[in-house]
């Protein structure tokens, strides 16, 4: 890929002629259209755009090669911050947004209850599983479409937006007809099939890191997304599988600082699954907050000894209520703001 950085006072006649050209020899055009310039991006299978033939073109500022393996989500082709709006709220701007509810949604008075509880503690978005990803064949597997009902319903009553898993292709269209914002988890990170799916479907993705994924794969992964034109995606790192036992995964606090700084992407951290037991989600929360993570998702439950999946690792509504006035102040003084 080569990116075409156009001069501040570019005309759109002169934009509009480095898209014609590219596209005239076959190659894919990426727009990167900032506040401070445009960034055009060509991508090409294996060949080479003729760098000073584009050089040359009125308009044209200059032409640099992207060594990156991933493109589009690189800063170097878009260097301002991903921004884009959840519900009433912004995420990957000033806004840290919240997004807290159970593992999976258990029953339709378990989601209705949940959904309220989080919202009066400041949640934005209301998580819930309908298709659950689970180790073992035997556990739960999630309500399907009944869970996803039960979810419209809880986002019809508080106004919340709802993010769920899907887990295959062919439910991609099922999912985005209940869904504000898909999930891709852990265990699917790397189903390239699934990928193209939520990509083409142009709905916001949450895409997870590979419990033992390199960041630059997750990157590769997100690239899948971007590459169907589909912008709003975030990244979300959950925890990566190490040699410590005592907690359920290592929570790789680097991976947010340099996801933030290899690609414009908003980040998002799930203190949950990245300790698996609830006395470590809040620290884990405020530390993700403190690193530069746009926002957050955590596991409530109003009773967690009850729930059918990652009860060991959720939070009762109190003590989330209680992390979310803690975010409120850690926010501040890293020039974030939690909205009302
Ligand atoms: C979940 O969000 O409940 C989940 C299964 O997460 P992950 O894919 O990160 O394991
Ligand atoms: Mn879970």
Same mark, same amino acid.
């Given at each position: 890929?080569?990116?075409?950085?156009?001069?501040?006072?570019?005309?759109?006649?002169?934009?509009?002629?480095?898209?014609?050209?590219?596209?005239?020899?076959?190659?894919?055009?990426?727009?990167?259209?900032?506040?401070?310039?445009?960034?055009?991006?060509?991508?090409?299978?294996?060949?080479?755009?003729?760098?000073?033939?584009?050089?040359?073109?009125?308009?044209?500022?200059?032409?640099?090669?992207?060594?990156?393996?991933?493109?589009?989500?690189?800063?170097?082709?878009?260097?301002?911050?991903?921004?884009?709006?959840?519900?009433?709220?912004?995420?990957?701007?000033?806004?840290?947004?919240?997004?807290?509810?159970?593992?999976?949604?258990?029953?339709?008075?378990?989601?209705?209850?949940?959904?309220?509880?989080?919202?009066?503690?400041?949640?934005?978005?209301?998580?819930?599983?309908?298709?659950?990803?689970?180790?073992?064949?035997?556990?739960?597997?999630?309500?399907?479409? @009944?869970?996803?009902?039960?979810? $419209?319903? /809880?986002?019809?009553?508080? !106004?919340?937006?709802? +993010?769920?898993?899907?887990?295959? #292709?062919?439910?991609?269209?099922?999912?985005?007809?209940?869904?504000?914002?898909?999930?891709?988890?852990?265990?699917?990170?790397?189903?390239?099939?699934?990928?193209?799916?939520?990509?083409?479907?142009?709905?916001?993705?949450?895409?997870?890191?590979?419990?033992?994924?390199?960041?630059?794969?997750?990157?590769?992964?997100?690239?899948?997304?971007?590459?169907?034109?589909?912008?709003?995606?975030?990244?979300?790192?959950?925890?990566?599988?190490?040699?410590?036992?005592?907690?359920?995964?290592?929570?790789?606090?680097?991976?947010?600082?340099?996801?933030?700084?290899?690609?414009?992407?908003?980040?998002?951290?799930?203190?949950?699954?990245?300790?698996?037991?609830? @006395?470590?989600?809040?620290?884990? $929360?405020? /530390?993700?907050?403190?690193? !530069?993570?746009?926002? +957050?998702?955590?596991?409530?439950? #109003?009773?967690?000894?009850?729930?059918?999946?990652?009860?060991?690792?959720?939070?009762?509504?109190?003590?989330?209520?209680?992390?979310?006035?803690?975010?409120?102040?850690?926010?501040?003084?890293?020039?974030?703001?939690?909205?009302?």
């Amino acid at each position: 890929m080569m990116i075409v950085i156009m001069d501040a006072q570019a005309t759109m006649k002169e934009k509009s002629a480095v898209i014609a050209r590219a596209e005239s020899l076959g190659f894919k055009i990426h727009l990167s259209d900032g506040k401070e310039r445009t960034i055009i991006g060509i991508i090409g299978d294996k060949r080479d755009l003729d760098k000073e033939q584009i050089e040359r073109m009125p308009g044209v500022e200059r032409v640099v090669p992207v060594l990156k393996p991933f493109k589009v989500a690189s800063r170097e082709f878009k260097p301002e911050d991903t921004a884009f709006s959840i519900g009433e709220h912004t995420v990957g701007g000033k806004d840290l947004i919240i997004m807290a509810g159970p593992c999976s949604v258990e029953s339709r008075s378990q989601i209705i209850e949940t959904a309220h509880a989080v919202k009066e503690a400041g949640a934005h978005v209301l998580r819930g599983g309908a298709f659950k990803p689970r180790s073992s064949p035997y556990a739960f597997q999630g309500m399907g479409e @009944e869970g996803l009902k039960y979810l $419209a319903e /809880a986002r019809e009553e508080t !106004g919340l937006p709802i +993010i769920t898993e899907v887990m295959e #292709p062919a439910l991609v269209p099922l999912v985005c007809d209940y869904a504000d914002i898909l999930q891709i988890g852990a265990r699917n990170m790397q189903n390239y099939a699934l990928l193209h799916a939520v990509g083409k479907s142009q709905h916001p993705v949450l895409l997870k890191r590979g419990m033992s994924s390199f960041i630059e794969e997750w990157l590769m992964c997100a690239e899948y997304i971007l590459s169907h034109g589909n912008t709003r995606v975030m990244l979300c790192e959950r925890g990566i599988r190490t040699f410590e036992k005592y907690t359920r995964n290592t929570f790789d606090i680097n991976a947010i600082a340099v996801a933030k700084h290899m690609s414009h992407l908003p980040v998002i951290a799930d203190p949950s699954h990245a300790t698996g037991k609830w @006395e470590y989600v809040a620290p884990a $929360a405020k /530390a993700a907050v403190a690193a !530069g993570a746009d926002g +957050i998702i955590v596991e409530v439950h #109003p009773r967690p000894d009850e729930a059918l999946s990652d009860g060991l690792q959720s939070l009762k509504p109190e003590k989330f209520a209680k992390l979310v006035e803690d975010l409120k102040r850690i926010a501040t003084a890293v020039d974030r703001h939690v909205p009302e």
